[in-house]
């Protein structure tokens, strides 16, 4: 069975600084996609950076990276440099067959 | 960029009315879904399509219902609404490569007096 695990319900950056949102996951496939979203308070859901399964290197687009950590099983988010925009809920995801979502983080950006 | 389209955005109505929310999509996906979700909270899916004339229930019991008759349309329909129906409903939809994410409309947002 496929499992997401996101434990942080709230976190609290400062304005500039980096901050990393936890993903953990659990599937007993080999070959597996990684997703993370953002959800704004308008509460659409925008799709941020993904990592394969089998990609040797981590993940970037632009602020955002992703930290895969295959044998522990974590793919967390780094945002680089956080700006006020960046409050948001985020979702991490893994796909095997369909999309499983974590139950979510809600980041808050303090000027 | 993505194009999957959801209406209406917002709706409010009166308990019982018979409600259907649309989704399509252009990008040719054969996989759709169905979540609900409440404000700040996580997504459960409540339904999802294969392809025209295959339809799921997801792990979310709904008393909601879609149909797919259409490659890029999927619609959602609630026959008699009722305030506990009252959520955000995002439609999405994906190719069947497991690297490709699953695209979002933008949600509508329903209150049910």
């Known amino acids: 069975a496929q499992k997401i695990t996101q434990t942080q319900p709230g976190m609290f950056v400062q304005e500039k600084e980096a901050v990393t949102l936890d993903c953990t996951y659990d599937?007993?496939?080999?070959?597996?996609?990684l997703f993370w979203y953002k959800q704004p308070s308008s509460g659409e859901m925008i799709f941020l950076i993904y990592q394969g399964s089998y990609d040797q290197q981590n993940a970037t687009e632009g602020r955002y990276s992703l930290n895969f950590q295959k044998a522990r099983k974590s793919a967390n988010l780094v945002i680089s440099a956080s700006q006020l925009g960046d409050s948001a809920m985020y979702f991490c995801a893994m796909r095997v067959n369909d999309m499983r979502f974590g139950a979510g983080t809600r980041l808050t950006v303090k000027p | 960029e993505a194009d999957i389209y959801q209406t209406p955005r917002y709706l409010v109505i009166g308990t019982g009315k018979k409600i259907t929310l649309e989704c399509s999509q252009t990008?040719?996906?054969?996989?759709m879904y169905w979540y609900q979700q409440d404000p700040g909270m996580e997504l459960h899916l409540i339904h999802y399509s294969y392809g025209v004339n295959s339809t799921e229930k997801g792990d979310l019991s709904s008393e909601s219902t879609v149909s797919r008759i259409r490659t890029e349309h999927f619609p959602l329909t609630l026959e008699s609404a009722r305030p506990s129906h009252t959520s955000q409903y995002l439609c999405?939809?994906?190719?069947?490569?497991?690297?490709?994410?699953?695209?979002f409309g933008d949600g509508t947002r329903l209150s049910i007096l």
């Open positions: 990008m040719g996906h054969d996989k």
């Open positions: 999405a939809s994906s190719g069947s490569v497991r690297n490709q994410p699953q695209h």
């Open positions: 599937t007993s496939d080999p070959s597996y996609g």
